[in-house]
């Protein structure tokens, strides 16, 4: 017989055993979740989630460490290393208890050779850290004995010689000592520097000379540069690297300054060659260390030139010193095509670079003077040919000392030209532009270098100028030679551009000495700025055709090629200015008369831009001659007469400008404006004080525009057609009216006024009306004022406002009376059929 339970027994049964189950598998889970928390912080947690809530751990979750185990022991280790540094020093040096110095150095010799010792020991049982601070205390150690022991048994020694004996034992000891511990990593870079310091005591210590300093430094970065190449620890190559710049560099800047500074050639020679060993070092380490490649052969390319520079230079002046350098310069840049790597040829070449550099910088002054001397002359315009070219600069910058100018800069111009080839396409259009720009300033410099007379330093610069202009244009033509890449053309044409210009206006400066001088320079510029635009334009436009029809400005090349013209027509037109000025000026004209004769230059460009229509030099060209009519304006401004002539001529000639579709808009307001200031100054001159005389010019002008834009445009505003004209004449003539005692002027602005309102009524234009009416209210309000204010003082008090209450009665009737009308009629239309 089965005893089988029923189905509802056997079902509470399982689902007792399934609660149990459950609650015990909740426990496992979060029991498993804090111990996960323990062990990985961040790990995540179970993919299986709890199938019911959990209650948190009965204990609190540990917070994570902020520091690690390894920084914590670092910290101690060093912490301790550093007191215990400081307790040797105070028990060497300041003393303890009543132990002598020589007990205190036995101590210490003891403590010494334990501290030695104990990192050996540390090391075998992994310590690696406490024998690091246990090796550094140890180090510190080794320096207490040796001043205990100069204090027992060498009181009487020389300090820097028993210290610079000290610190190469003690160099030599740490060094083997990191040899034989090469775990530790603080002896061996401490022997290194400490190895720095022997060679220079010694040579303080037998009062040597700097030039024997300096062999001792360069000795110790000979040392350095040896550890370097030869040596495996990183560290202690690293600090030798450094140490090597430190000693090395300060051995050839000591040796330089002697260099530079030595009286004769044979004082010269001895640090030119320390300068010589240490630029061979650097130049091996620049070989052999890639890294430093590029300083190491840059400080050796300086270091020769300034060791073979330096041995001519006590025997030369100092112009042909800096010629001696240059040319050292120059041999370095053709010794470099030896084998040697790029980066050490860089450098090398760098160095010469610097060296051309600096000559370059040292004719500075002498350029800008040649540039811009003369200006020290223009208070002596005229006054007659200087006796040489560097009289007529005016100031003397040291000329003796600058006569190798032209040299050193021909010298540096032809490097740069044979440099071409050598260099980077990114930096041969600069290498070119370069050359050309030293070249022209060597030419510049030449008559005030040699002293050359006025006539022969004017005929130079001019000569330049012509030069200069011609190689400018001649490379912007489509038959120029293109060897070199068209952006090096361009570099080339652009820079001799701007010397051209510059030098015509040095030359247009130094032609101011004497008045024949000065119309010759100034005509010969003239023709050659009007040359060089006229044969840029034929070469575009040729260059256009060239191109199957394209239009010039389609051309290659042909935007520079135009601007490069617009500049020359600029600057010719600007010479014609000066050139007029100084031919009237040599007439005998006085001022006022010249400014007449210069407004000949605009309208002869006026007449040029009409033929040039819209061509891109016409605008440009046309701006700079509007400057000589503000020129002119300026020389007659002492007489208003003539301004208001000057102001009237330059408005004829905008007027005619005005004639040409495309400059009518600008053109005819100017043309405008001049007329209206023309009449301005004539009325000042001719003491005229009344303001309708002023006014008047402006107003009838603007309403005929007015009246011609209502024609061409009906919905324009009556404001904008009437309005500025009118009030241009009625509000200056009401403010004068309500001044003026008498009744002439307040009569004839009434009559204006209402004539004004009653065009305005008839044409239903409400700027006039409003205008008009306006000004006629104010003006008769102005007349009837005196006779209102005795009106008003004889009346009484009361009588004002009863007539305010009369009449405001009076509109309460009327307005009624009108209510009563219309409602009349709407009944008499309703009464209709």
């Known amino acids: 017989m089965e005893n089988v339970p029923r189905p509802a027994e056997e079902l509470a049964v399982l689902d007792g055993e399934l609660a149990r189950i459950e609650a015990r598998r909740a426990q496992l889970l979060a029991r498993r979740s804090y111990l996960l928390t323990l062990l990985r912080p961040a790990a995540p947690q179970s993919p299986v989630a709890p199938v019911a809530p959990v209650a948190p751990p009965p204990w609190p979750a540990p917070r994570s460490p902020e520091t690690s185990p390894p920084s914590v022991q670092n910290?101690?280790?060093?912490?301790?290393g550093v007191l215990l540094t400081i307790a040797a020093i105070a028990f060497t040096v300041v003393s303890w208890g009543a132990m002598g110095i020589g007990g205190r150095s036995v101590v210490l010799g003891t403590v010494t050779v334990a501290a030695l010792a104990a990192p050996a020991l540390l090391l075998r049982r992994a310590l690696a850290s406490t024998a690091e601070a246990v090796g550094a205390l140890a180090l510190v150690l080794t320096v207490l004995d040796a001043y205990a022991l100069y204090r027992v048994a060498l009181p009487g020694a020389d300090p820097l010689g028993y210290t610079a004996t000290v610190c190469a034992v003690l160099a030599a000891v740490w060094a083997a000592y990191g040899l034989l511990l090469d775990r530790l990593r603080a002896p061996l870079p401490a022997a290194v520097l400490t190895a720095q310091l022997p060679l220079p005591l010694w040579a303080l210590a037998a009062g040597a000379s700097q030039l024997t300093l300096a062999w001792a430094l360069l000795a110790t970065a000979a040392g350095n540069i040896a550890m370097v190449l030869w040596t495996k620890p990183a560290p202690a190559r690293s600090i030798a690297g450094v140490t090597a710049w430190v000693t090395g560099g300060s051995a050839l800047l000591i040796a330089g300054g002697l260099s530079v500074t030595?009286?004769?050639?044979?004082?010269?020679?001895?640090?030119?060659?320390?300068?010589?060993?240490?630029?061979?070092?650097?130049?091996?380490?620049?070989?052999?260390?890639?890294?430093?490649?590029?300083a190491g052969a840059l400080v050796a390319g300086l270091a020769a030139i300034t060791a073979t520079g330096g041995v001519p230079r006590p025997s030369l002046s100092i112009g042909w010193a800096v010629v001696g350098y240059l040319l050292c310069g120059a041999a370095l840049l053709t010794a470099v095509r030896a084998p040697l790597p790029r980066t050490t040829v860089h450098g090398l070449r760098t160095a010469a670079g610097v060296v051309v550099a600096g000559a370059v910088l040292w004719t500075l002054p002498a350029t800008a003077m040649a540039l811009l001397g003369p200006m020290s002359r223009a208070e002596a315009v005229w006054s007659g040919a200087p006796g040489g070219a560097r009289e007529a600069l005016g100031t003397d910058p040291g000329w003796s000392a600058m006569a190798t100018t032209p040299l050193v800069l021909l010298i540096a111009a032809g490097l740069l030209a044979a440099a071409y080839r050598r260099l980077p396409a990114s930096a041969r259009p600069a290498a070119l532009a370069g050359a050309t720009a030293l070249g022209w300033a060597a030419v510049l410099v030449l008559?005030?270098?040699?002293?050359?007379?006025?006539?022969?330093?004017?005929?130079t610069h001019l000569a330049l100028t012509a030069g200069a202009l011609t190689l400018a244009v001649y490379l912007?033509?489509?038959?120029?030679?293109?060897?070199?890449?068209?952006?090096?053309?361009s570099a080339v044409s652009t820079t001799a551009l701007i010397c051209a210009l510059a030098g015509a206006g040095a030359v247009s400066l130094l032609a101011l000495a004497t008045e024949t001088t000065t119309l010759i320079t100034l005509g010969v510029l003239l023709a050659l700025l009007c040359g060089g635009a006229v044969t840029l334009n034929t070469a575009v436009t040729e260059a256009g055709a060239a191109t199957d029809g394209a239009a010039p400005t389609e051309a290659p090349g042909a935007f520079l090629t135009r601007s490069f013209q617009a500049l020359?027509?600029?600057?010719?037109?600007?010479?014609?200015v000066a050139l007029l000025c100084a031919a009237c000026a040599s007439a005998g004209l006085r001022h006022e008369h010249i400014a007449l004769a210069v407004l000949a230059v605009p309208a002869a460009v006026a007449l040029l831009g009409a033929r040039l229509r819209r061509h891109p030099v016409a605008?440009?060209?046309?701006?700079?001659?509007?400057?000589?009519?503000?020129?002119?304006?300026?020389?007659?401004?002492?007489?208003?007469?003539?301004?208001a002539l000057v102001l009237a001529l330059c408005a004829v000639v905008a007027a005619g400008t005005a004639l040409r579709p495309e400059r009518r808009p600008a053109a005819g307001y100017l043309a405008a404006a001049l007329f209206v200031l023309a009449t301005w100054v004539r009325l000042y001159a001719s003491d005229v004080a009344t303001p309708e005389a002023y006014t008047l010019p402006v107003t009838i002008p603007a309403l005929v525009v007015g009246v011609l834009r209502r024609?061409?445009?009906?919905?324009?505003?009556?404001?904008?057609?009437?309005?500025?004209g009118l009030a241009a004449t009625l509000l200056p003539s009401l403010v004068a009216a309500w001044g003026d005692p008498h009744w002439a002027r307040p009569l004839a602005l009434g009559v204006a006024a209402l004539a004004v309102t009653l065009v305005g009524a008839r044409l239903r234009l409400q700027a006039l009306l409003v205008l008009g009416g306006g000004v006629l209210a104010l003006d008769t309000l102005h007349e009837l004022a005196p006779y209102i204010v005795q009106v008003v003082g004889a009346l009484p008090r009361w009588l004002p406002p009863a007539l305010a209450g009369l009449l405001l009665l009076a509109v309460g009737a009327t307005y009624e009376r009108r209510l009563h009308d219309a409602r009349r009629l709407r009944d008499s239309l309703g009464r209709m059929r």
């Open 711 to 724: 024609r061409g445009d009906p919905g324009a505003s009556s404001w904008t057609a009437y309005g500025p």
């Open 568 to 576: 020359l027509a600029c600057v010719a037109v600007a010479t014609a």
């Open 447 to 459: 008559p005030a270098a040699l002293d050359l007379g006025y006539a022969a330093a004017v005929a």
């Open 262 to 294: 030595a009286g004769t050639p044979l004082d010269a020679l001895r640090p030119g060659l320390m300068l010589l060993a240490g630029a061979g070092l650097a130049l091996c380490m620049a070989v052999r260390v890639p890294g430093v490649s590029f």
């Open 619 to 643: 605008l440009p060209i046309e701006l700079t001659a509007a400057g000589a009519g503000l020129l002119a304006v300026v020389l007659a401004s002492g007489h208003p007469g003539t301004v």
């Open 476 to 489: 912007r033509l489509p038959a120029a030679p293109r060897r070199p890449a068209p952006s090096a053309l």
């Open 75 to 80: 910290a101690l280790l060093a912490l301790g």
